[in-house]
């Protein structure tokens, strides 16, 4: 880190200005991230990427116009020879495009002030990196030591400073640091369990990553000798990891771009009950801790929260300023004319089709930050001893796929430790077994949400989400049975 | 004192002011040596990346990315290290190793890590292009898509009410550099075509995602009549909304399964469990393990059954034009064709130099990377079920009831890859060895890999395949294959 160069934000923005661009936003990122992945209880490979990057949104057109021309453009390694070199050649390139139908401009406010993130960064970052290697092999013999035979997982860590100016003069400077942490454990083949850790502040981290290692040998010792699954209708308490993936497929279809493009089986469903009235979901960007916390978005409009699903009632859709205007043009029947569209503070320079790596083409559109479930009243053990019918106990799955996103069913696979619960006590591990969803019918089905909120982000689950365990009535299991 | 500098050491020296890519990677390898490292190897990648997308003939994106930057590995002590950074400069790299090699010191490994000896080569490769992307006016790219959409449109009738189109060109340059002498630059190009058609038809709907891609030039959309595909697909899909018809079938029936069908099988039942990485563990908490780790167990390779003697499964980079197509692999070894199970008896693991070592054998290129930013770990390219000798027709008449599977939609597997799923979105009756009309709504196959393999009883001699994107390892690595291949029979199968 160093590099970090604000005026170059000022000078990006002017020579786009001055190249001809109505709407600029210029976001410079400097990134100092680290992984360690480790398998068979050894650290397999250190990795270490060094990023420093200026994006440039830029557009083009009439204020009253269906769409205007964009372009996205990224300079590695910004100096300012580089930023008079290619930003007037990529305001010129504007002029050959044709219009985005997506694109339909920003809002001219200014903002002057915004909201205080408590905990984005932690000082400690700055010497975790000599210190990372010890604690993932305490996590491993931590997690040995409460029954694991192997041990597997990844450690990410780092630091990233982020700098924002529109072309209204909206934005600011502010940094991160974050330490996300998966631990799978095996005890004997085919019996496994796992934890996360996911966090900003480092202050607790051994500790959190030991519980991990120990939480995860113990499901996994826990889930040995498992026996092949019944089909059948089972009430299910999912962990926070599967409730994350679950129920972040059926938020993610609260955007109008996945309601466009047709993945989405919220559409046309505004205002109406979707769920059980027990679930109450937030977008959240201002949460304490959340990993994509922060206190503006890309526009540099000040974050907000958004009511998603409020008492099982499907509330709002996350917008930038763009797709809430479209959104408003392809429902002006529904929507109230005199009401001016907003945005909810969710514009991200993102990345929209089959995408790779960082280094792919971005855009702006509106993005979820974090998704913050509102608590109930239940511990996980009262939710267990609660059960009287056959119920199972999912910790984590993978695979989730759909047979028809508009309509939301879905099947996907349970891997790690997976119980069946009977007459309120956990009664033995399962496995070869396989849920057959629908999105809408389990939120509805949602029988009773856990009171301890745990923030859930990993390779299933790219929106950081802060979630309960949850028991949902009714659902069906299936396997293969040749 | 002084000495005169020769011209060989002025040109050294300018070099060392004014490193590109390639001399940075040069001497990032060298860095490494003289740092430690028993093994250093840099990639140099520089890349444009192009992409149009399309929603019912408007466009939403259109959008041109260069990018370059250097991914380096090091081993040091038996322990790895890698990184990247984009910033092309000595001090930056230098800085870069440094840290590399501090990190893997930090590290304790009861067994080290080794790599397999393998021939150090000096080479240049390249796809095969007619017609490059940059002799092609985005005009042009534009119109195509607008055709295609517009083709769609009219073909269906305009039951398929959201048409969204992903047009992407990447053309990539690489240069490999190892510290045991490989050199090797390549020049790849790729076009990818992927569209996700959404039908309604009275209500029902459908939803087809179809990936195809090459390594080649502009004249691939031509040459393979990637548009009549395209149409093709979306007149099935709406013929599936239309008139498919849920259908209970009480007893197992037999299958026959296109080579769309039969390439994902081929691809997650049995590509994935053959990379050596997941047998040995290293995607534990990523992508899983393998059942090979315990099928290994039952003897030698070579003799392990898999399936009927008429199983042959092949992975295969050396494919001109394919998706997954390189002639190096990322560690510099020389490409080929890898029969994974011949004859119906497992034959040979996806390895690279590590695994290659671990194994006591040598590596058969099977290290890919998907970016500067990413470490080379075991993948795919292009895996297929080897062709037989019947028409598909031969297939169909022997089956008294079953049906035709001929695409897919919905589909998983567990991360031991035994227990998949396969739901059919094109599927037919078949009756008294002819295929019906009658067309059959998400039939699902809901099997495990040996019965798979153990129920194939005959394979036609017809090739066919698309482009799929195949994900592996954190961060996601994205890189694309090839799923295809000919029709197989499957005898006795349930289906739901």
Redesign the interface.
């Known amino acids: 880190m160093g ?1 970090f160069d604000e005026e170059l934000l000022q000078m990006a923005v002017d020579q786009a200005s001055k190249s001809g661009a109505k709407e600029v936003i210029g976001e410079l990122v400097e990134e100092d991230a ?2 360690i ?4 209880s ?12 200026l994006d440039l949104f830029l557009s083009k057109g009439r204020i009253f116009s269906l ?1 205007r021309k ?3 453009l ?1 300079i ?2 910004p100096n300012p020879k580089k930023i008079k070199n290619r930003v007037p050649k990529e305001v010129r390139k504007l002029e ?7 694109y339909w401009g920003m809002d001219d406010d200014s903002h002057s002030s915004y909201p205080e993130v408590k905990g984005l960064y932690d000082g400690n970052i700055e010497d975790f ?2 210190r990372a ?1 010890r604690l993932v ?1 305490k996590t491993i013999r931590e997690s040995k030591e409460a029954g694991a035979k ?1 041990v ?3 450690l990410y860590f780092g630091k990233r400073k982020r700098g924002l100016l529109t072309g209204y003069g909206n934005g600011g400077t502010y940094k991160t640091s974050h330490c996300q942490a ?3 454990s ?1 005890h004997e ?2 019996s496994s369990g ?1 934890r996360l850790v996911v966090k900003r502040d480092l202050s607790d981290v051994e500790k959190n990553l030991s519980d991990a290692g120990r939480k995860a040998g113990e499901l996994a010792k826990k889930s040995a000798d498992a026996r092949e699954g019944k089909e059948g209708t089972y009430d299910l308490i999912m962990s926070p990891t599967v409730g994350a993936n679950i129920f972040g497929n059926l938020l993610s279809g609260a955007n109008p771009i996945m309601m ?3 993945m989405s089986c919220l559409k046309g469903k505004m205002g109406e009950r979707i769920s059980s009235e027990k679930l109450s979901v937030k977008d959240d960007p201002l949460v304490k801790g959340g990993l994509n916390s922060r206190p503006f978005d890309a526009e540099g409009t000040p974050s907000k929260k958004t009511s998603i699903i409020q008492d099982g009632e499907f509330t709002g859709l996350i917008n930038n300023t763009s797709s809430a205007k479209l959104w408003k043009f392809m429902n002006w029947k529904k929507l109230k004319f005199w009401v001016r569209p907003k945005t909810t503070s969710n514009s991200e320079l993102g990345q ?10 971005r ?1 702006l559109i509106p993005q979820p930050s974090n998704y913050v479930f509102e608590p109930g009243t239940y511990s996980f053990e009262e939710m267990i001893s609660s059960s009287r019918r056959p119920t199972i106990y999912l910790t984590s799955n ?10 939301g ?5 349970p ?1 790690d430790a997976m119980f069946l619960i009977e007459d309120g006590e956990l009664k033995r591990p399962l496995d ?1 077994l ?1 849920l057959k969803g629908d999105l809408i019918e389990m939120a509805k089905n949602l029988d009773i949400i856990g009171k301890e909120l745990e923030q859930v982000k990993w ?1 299933e689950v790219n929106t950081p989400t802060f979630i309960p365990h949850i028991k949902i009535r009714d659902c069906k299991f ?5 | 004192m002084y000495q005169l500098l020769n011209i060989d050491d002025v040109f050294t020296l300018l070099k060392v002011f004014f490193m590109d890519g390639k001399s940075l990677s040069d001497h990032a390898v060298g860095y490494g040596g003289e740092k430690g490292a028993q093994y250093s190897e840099a990639r140099f990648v520089s890349s444009v990346d192009e992409n149009y997308i399309a929603r019912n003939g408007k466009f939403l994106s259109i959008q041109e990315k260069p990018s370059k930057g250097i991914g380096i590995r090091v081993l040091v002590d038996g322990c790895m290290s890698f990184g990247s950074t984009d910033r092309l400069n000595k001090k930056a790299v230098e800085n870069l190793i440094d840290s590399l090699i501090r990190s893997a010191r930090q590290t304790r490994r009861e067994e080290p890590i080794r790599l397999s000896e393998e021939k150090a080569v000096q080479t240049r490769w390249k796809s095969t292009v007619k017609l490059p992307f940059e002799d092609v006016s985005d005009e042009k790219k534009r119109d195509f898509i607008k055709d295609l959409d517009q083709t769609v449109k009219e073909e269906t009738g305009g039951a398929i009410k959201n048409r969204i189109v992903f047009l992407n060109t990447k053309k990539e340059d690489k240069y490999l550099v190892t510290s045991d002498g490989s050199r090797i630059n390549s020049n790849l190009s790729y076009i990818s075509i992927l569209t996700m058609m959404n039908a309604d038809v009275k209500g029902k709907k459908e939803q087809r995602l179809l990936g195809l891609g090459s390594t080649s030039g502009w004249e691939w959309l031509s040459k393979k009549n990637i548009k009549k595909r395209i149409v093709k697909e979306a007149k099935k899909l709406v013929k599936a909304v239309r008139i498919a018809k849920k259908v209970e079938f009480e007893k197992p029936i037999d299958v026959v399964v296109s080579g769309d069908v039969s390439g994902i099988m081929a691809h997650e039942n049995v590509g994935h469990p053959s990379e050596a990485d997941r047998i040995m563990g290293r995607e534990g908490a990523q992508a899983g393990e393998s059942f090979y780790r315990d099928l290994m167990n039952e003897g030698e390779m070579g003799k392990i059954k898999m399936g009927n003697e008429n199983v042959s499964i092949i992975d295969d980079p050396t494919m001109r034009g394919s998706p997954g197509h390189y002639l190096y692999d990322d560690e510099g070894v020389k490409a080929r064709k890898r029969y994974l199970v011949k004859d119906g008896y497992l034959n040979e693991l996806l390895l690279n130099r590590e695994y290659a070592h671990e194994f006591g054998t040598s590596s058969n290129a099977a290290s890919r990377s998907n970016s500067y930013s990413r470490e080379p770990i075991v993948r795919m390219s292009n895996t297929y079920f080897e062709p037989g000798e019947h028409t598909k027709e031969e297939l169909i008449e022997d089956v008294e009831k079953g049906i035709l599977m001929n695409s897919f939609t919905e589909w998983n597997i567990d991360d031991r890859r035994f227990h998949s799923k396969y739901v059919g979105l094109e599927a037919y009756l078949i009756k008294d060895g002819e295929v019906t009309d009658k067309m059959i709504k998400r039939p699902v196959l809901e099997l495990t890999t040996k019965s798979i393999l153990n129920s194939i009883d005959a394979v036609s001699k017809d090739y066919v395949s698309r482009m799929a994107a195949c994900g592996k390892s954190d961060p996601m690595q994205p890189v694309p294959v090839s799923v295809g291949g000919p029709h197989l029979r499957m005898r006795d199968i349930e289906v739901r």
Do not use: C, H
Request: proline share 3%; hydrophobic share 25%; glycine share 8%.
């Open positions: 590099r680290s992984q992945r480790f398998s068979n050894s650290i397999d490979v250190n990795k270490k990427w060094d990023r420093y990057y769409g964009i372009s996205t990224t590695q390694d050959g495009l044709p219009k985005s139908k997506l990196s000599d290697p092999e192997k597997a997982g990844v998966t631990v799978r095996f083949s085919g796992q466009i493009a047709g929209i089709g089959m995408t790779g790596t960082e280094n792919d083409p855009t993978w695979y989730t796929r759909f047979t028809n996103m508009r309509e069913k879905f099947s996907t696979v891997r070869n396989r390779w299936t396997r293969a049975r040749q």
